[in-house]
């Protein structure tokens, strides 16, 4: 009798799991997928790329296989001048977001321009593609346009004609690996949080995107737009080299081991050195307080600022 009621209560218990499962993730996904996409949820899926945690591309999540974000002001075709514009390299071989490759994730309208406006069943992940959010307005719509088909632009012309690179595709990895979402969420509520943390999301606007990090918990300011609150990018890097620096009573953990071997300048990091430097100020023996060095272009530190810097 006991063993049968035994079975009894791990089938119920199943059917609850499972219930629950289907409730709290399936149902909403379907809400999600009905809804269309925004322009944020086009570019953070065109920023972020395939998927920020863990996959077969990057399983150490080092930040590989990741699309590159870039600041125009010339065309890179023939130099003229243009207004700025974003735009987003993928580099041959970096794979694909979901609204690229399950093009029905970005919404009926969005998908129909996609494909017929901005031709992006021509893109190629072997080959690489430069892409573009533009706006329809005669449906005041937006949609990815593929720069590579309706315009010529290679991802390497691209590049090479860039103001500035954003690496905030691997820096999102960066923020999954390092378990910034423990204590940071990238959800503000709909209360006062307005009032401090800026605008909540809409539901269209994580379409594609892998994983969300909205964080279940809040030991820290909420960072959804951080990088309209604080553009310093001096700021943000003394803040992960040691939060103490900024902030004296910040229970934010050192993130100085990102910054790897070498500076900006090459020159070889030196943290014992600069710890023991950095305690003689703490103590008052000395009026300011050492130098942090400039992350190197291809360091995880670089990765994780421009990823915040770029949470507008």
């Known amino acids: 009798m006991a063993f049968r009621e035994y079975k009894i209560g791990c089938w119920m218990f199943g059917i609850a799991l499972s219930t629950s499962m289907f409730v709290t993730i399936f149902l909403p996904g379907l809400d999600i997928s009905a809804v269309s996409s925004t322009d944020i949820a086009l570019e953070k899926q065109l920023t972020y790329g395939h998927e920020s945690g863990f996959s077969y591309e990057d399983p150490f999540l080092s930040g590989a296989g990741k699309p590159i974000k870039v600041v125009l002001t010339k065309d890179p075709m023939n130099g003229s001048p243009m207004d700025k514009t974003n735009a987003y ?3 041959a071989g970096t794979p694909f977001p979901s609204g690229l490759t399950h093009t029905h994730v970005l919404g009926e309208k969005v ?8 031709r992006i069943g021509s893109a190629n992940e072997d080959q690489g593609a430069v892409f ?6 005669a449906s005041d719509t937006p949609y990815i346009e593929n720069a590579s088909a309706t315009r010529g632009w290679t991802p390497e012309k691209v590049l090479a004609a860039a103001d500035q690179t954003i690496m905030a595709g691997s820096g999102k990895t960066m923020f999954v690996r390092e378990g910034c979402w423990w204590c940071h969420t990238l959800l503000p509520e709909q209360t006062q949080d307005w009032q401090s ?3 909540p999301p809409m539901l269209g606007d994580f379409n594609g995107e892998s994983p969300t990090t909205f964080g279940s918990d809040r030991k820290a300011p909420d960072l959804l737009h951080v990088g309209a609150r604080n553009s310093s990018r001096e700021w943000m890097m003394l803040h ?3 939060p103490r620096l900024v902030q004296s009573h910040s229970i934010m953990p050192r993130y100085d081991y990102l910054w790897g071997d070498k500076d900006a300048k090459g020159n070889p990091i030196d943290l014992k050195a600069w710890d023991e430097a950095y305690m003689k100020y703490a103590a008052g023996e ?6 942090v060095p400039v992350p190197a272009d291809n360091s995880d530190a670089r990765y994780l600022i421009d990823f915040v810097l770029n949470l507008k």
């Open 89 to 91: 390299v993928f580099e």
């Open 111 to 118: 998908k129909n321009l996609s494909e017929s406006k901005g």
């Open 132 to 137: 573009l959010v533009r706006l329809d307005e």
């Open 197 to 199: 943390f800026g605008r």
């Open 240 to 242: 992960f080299f040691n």
């Open 286 to 291: 000395t009026p300011y307080p050492p130098e």
